[in-house]
């Protein structure tokens, strides 16, 4: 499965974006997709990841405002935020969960006033 991330910009602190990674490859509905972000400076974190069946999981910093969803007829998985704060810059990328070290290009979003 292929995996490209899409949708960055530049948001004001308190503001709202969707992130959305489209995928290519036949395998995608059983596949579980991850959302990570690099910070400048910093490694590579896990934001969050979504099963097959839709159930997900958050790391703590973006429980509560962050939402990953998917639609497995559109090979789409999406990243809802809101409550944007200015340490949520980064690049963002989707990929297979676990990842298997394909990252692809990312897309990158800044928050700042």
């Known amino acids: 499965v292929q995996l490209q991330a899409s949708g960055g910009g530049s948001v004001h602190p308190g503001g709202y974006l969707t992130l959305s990674c489209a995928a290519s490859g036949s395998s995608f509905s059983h596949s579980v997709v991850a959302w990570y972000r690099q910070a400048p400076g910093k490694q590579r974190a896990l934001v969050a990841y979504i099963i097959s069946a839709g159930t997900p999981t958050y790391a703590e910093s973006v429980k509560g405002r962050f939402t990953i969803s998917r639609d497995n007829a559109k090979n789409s998985v999406y990243l809802q935020m809101s409550s944007l704060k200015p340490e949520d810059t980064a690049v963002y990328y989707c990929?297979?969960?676990?990842?298997?070290?394909?990252w692809g290009q990312g897309t990158e979003f800044t928050v700042s006033s």
């Open positions: 990929t297979t969960f676990p990842p298997t070290g394909s």
